[in-house]
């Protein structure tokens, strides 16, 4: 099986057909090594959904919003200047001793300083 993992095999798999979309995760992304905000304005028009998540680089683990390295204000922030209409899904994906909805409506009210 060949995996759709770096921005040239992105590339190639949008050259496929036009009516193949990007589901770009920012987290898998970032911890590949790859840039998400150079990804996302390369890709904009073909992006029908975004996973937001948090994670240190380099392979590193999934973390809350704001803690890792992952370039989250910049993707948000370009988002808001393209006029993004996809869907911006926030994954959890770390432990926590928090309930789930505890952390995910921490992680909405990180996007909402951002974007405010």
Avoid at 22 to 51: K, M, S, Y
Avoid at 53 to 72: C, I, M, Y
Avoid at 94 to 103: L, P, W
Wanted: proline share 6%; with cysteine.
């Amino acid at each position: 099986m060949r995996w759709i993992e770096t921005p040239r095999s992105i590339e190639r798999a949008l050259a496929v057909s036009p009516w193949i979309g990007l589901n770009l995760d920012i987290g898998h992304c970032h911890a590949a090594g790859f840039d998400p905000v150079q990804l996302l304005e390369a890709h904009r028009a073909r992006i029908t959904t975004l996973h937001l998540k948090d994670r240190q680089a380099h392979g590193g683990p999934n973390v809350p919003f704001g803690e890792g390295s992952t370039p989250l204000r910049e993707v948000l922030l370009a988002m808001k200047r393209q006029g993004a209409r996809f869907p911006a899904n926030i994954e959890y994906e770390y432990r926590s001793a928090q309930d789930a909805t505890v952390e995910i409506a921490r992680s909405l009210r990180y996007c909402e300083r951002v974007l405010a």
